[in-house]
Structures are given as C-alpha cells and as structure tokens.
C-alpha cells in the first residue's frame, strides 16, 4: 500500500489514530468502548461512535444522549451520535423521546457512508488580497504567519439561523392561513 520509507515517515497523531482504530474494531461491547466515547480527542471519539454504530448495542442512549448535550464536543460527531441514536432505536424498536435538531435530521435507515462526510482540501491555499481602493490594483500574497485559516475561526453554537427562520416561516403561513379562513368565514357570513 505505502512505500516502506513513506510508512516510516507518517505523523505520530496519524499512527496513534490507526492503532486506536484497530484497537476499538476489537471492542464487543459498551463497557469496553466507554473509555473511547469519553476520549478528549474528538476524532477518538468519533472512531468510538462508528464502532457503536456497528454493535447498536440496546443500552447506549444515555452515552450518545450526553454526547448530544455536550456544548464541547464537534458536530460531525453529534450528528454521528444521534444518527447511532435513530439507528439502535430503530433496530430495537424503542422510541426515542429526546427533541435535537440533530435527531430530525436522520431516520435511522441511513448507511455510515451517508453520515461520514469525507473533505479533501488544498493544504496550502493561493490566497491574495485585492486593495482596489485606487485605480492601481494592487495584489500581496498572504504569508502563513498573517493568515487564520477557517479551521482557527470557526464558531460553533446550539443556535441554528437557518432553522430559526424555518420555524418562523412556517409560523407566518400558518397564521395567513387561519386569517385568511376567518376572512372567507366573515365573507360568507355577510
């Protein structure tokens, strides 16, 4: 697969990911994947929660309940949690009487490929800024030392915009409507 001194030559959090891949492929149950869901390092975690998207063990809703509730933890893996979530209830027959935005996304028929979105992207951007405030254009490449990348700045929160003006569309049309059925029923009247 790899040259032998290419194999040599790979970064020590990449080693440490593969072996702890192997290592949570061997545990059978929640007990054992436990440490692993509780890990520090999110993408720990998140080959704990693919490996208990294949056991779908009856007994781990209230492990990927806490990982759902937790304000820290990544949304790639709380989308993988509560995809897990759907899946074992759907597999058990339980229902799940938790409300998360991230729940109304899944059904629990969905395959891993589905879920586990995989990003290729340019190790080292060409980025230029373009200072047009005079007719002379002038452009300056940006070093690494002046430039946050969108990893560095990005802000994760519970509050969704977009499903905020959903909910208040939809609250818009439901209104109109009744008014409007009060208009027709008036109307009717007369």
Avoid at 153 to 180: E, H, P, R, T
Wanted: hydrophobic share 35%; charged share 30%.
């Amino acid at each position: 697969m790899f040259p032998l001194n290419l194999a040599l030559n790979l970064p020590e959090w990449y080693r440490l990911e593969r072996e702890t891949e192997k290592t949570v492929g061997r545990l059978t149950n929640l007990k054992e994947l436990d440490y692993y869901l509780r890990n520090p390092d999110e993408y720990i975690r998140r080959l704990a929660l693919i490996r208990l998207s294949e056991l779908k063990p009856r007994d781990c809703e209230n492990i990927l309940r806490e990982i759902l509730d937790d304000h820290s933890e990544n949304n790639d893996n709380k989308e993988l949690a509560a995809w897990v979530l759907k899946a074992t209830a759907l597999k058990w027959n339980m229902e799940v009487f938790i409300n998360d935005r991230y729940l109304t996304k899944f059904t629990g028929t969905e395959n891993l490929s589905d879920i586990n979105k995989i990003t290729c992207g340019e190790l080292q951007p060409s980025l230029r800024f373009n200072f047009s405030s005079n007719k002379v254009c002038s452009q300056i490449p940006a070093s690494e030392d002046t430039v946050n990348y969108e990893r560095d700045i990005v802000l994760d929160s519970g509050f969704s915009f977009g499903q905020w003006l959903s909910s208040i569309k939809n609250s818009m049309l439901i209104s109109l409507k009744s008014l409007l059925l009060k208009f027709l029923m008036l109307n009717k009247k007369n």
